[in-house]
């Protein structure tokens, strides 16, 4: 059973464009999102989070959007750069929980030179 | 300067082996999970402990029994190994069980069993 989901297995983009990335999310304990970036064998690495608190969070080229009553996240990389082609993780956990993050299964990005 | 590092990055063997795989943080983390991902690409945890002490275990099988010798270190150790354990397994520690506290993962170990 699937509490996140990443519906787009796959997105392309060309350099310089917005890539957009969705998340969606069944479980309303969840107050607590990240996402993560994976290169091939490589671990996957954080790259931004946000509380449920707040409905966005910015850090350089990437924001996070949430929408609580839709639960429904994304990922906004803007301008996209040909390094940022990487498996994107969607996860979820509870604040005060064991810190037992629940993953989507991913979204590959390409950015196209 | 590797954070999170597990060993080994490959392993192969046959059905109905016992293998282990070792972790080691230097981050000063008080948590560390295992994690296995499928052949779906789908992460989902294994077990947690912090300083030492189990938190979280998923449904596993008996057949898998982690070890944390000390806060630095979560080892996995598989008997009679499966064909379905076949999978990547990524180790990660957070500096606390804080659900806002990222974890970061190793490289992964690919097991694949014959």
């Known amino acids: 059973d699937q509490q996140v989901k990443q519906n787009s297995p796959s997105l392309s983009v060309q350099e310089g464009r917005i890539s957009i990335l969705n998340c969606d999310y069944t479980?309303?304990?969840?107050?607590?999102f990240l996402w993560y970036k994976k290169y091939p064998a490589e671990g996957p690495t954080f790259l931004i989070s946000?509380?449920?608190?707040?409905d966005k969070n910015e850090d350089g080229r990437f924001t996070v959007f949430l929408n609580k009553s839709a639960k429904h996240l994304s990922l906004h990389i803007v301008p996209s750069q040909p390094g940022d082609s990487a498996v994107y993780f969607c996860?979820?956990?509870?604040?005060?929980?064991?810190?037992?993050?629940?993953f989507g299964t991913g979204t590959r990005l390409t950015v196209i030179p | 300067d590797t954070a999170v590092s597990q060993t080994p990055k490959y392993l192969v063997t046959q059905m109905g082996n016992d293998k282990s795989i070792k972790c080691e943080q230097n981050?000063?983390?008080?948590?560390m999970y295992w994690y296995k991902q499928d052949s779906k690409k789908f992460l989902k945890i294994m077990f947690s402990?912090?300083?030492?002490?189990?938190?979280i275990n998923e449904t596993v099988p008996n057949r898998f029994s982690p070890k944390s010798p000390d806060k630095a270190h979560l080892n996995l150790h598989i008997n009679s190994l499966e064909l379905g354990d076949s999978a990547v397994y990524f180790c990660?520690?957070?500096?606390?069980?804080?659900?806002?506290?990222?974890?970061?993962f190793g490289d992964g170990t690919r097991l694949s069993i014959l």
């Open positions: 990660a520690s957070s500096q606390d069980t804080a659900g806002s506290q990222p974890q970061h």
């Open positions: 479980n309303s304990m969840f107050d607590y």
């Open positions: 946000i509380s449920s608190i707040k």
């Open positions: 996860a979820a956990s509870v604040w005060s929980g064991a810190n037992n993050l629940f």
């Open positions: 981050l000063g983390h008080d948590t």
């Open positions: 402990y912090n300083n030492k002490e189990l938190i």
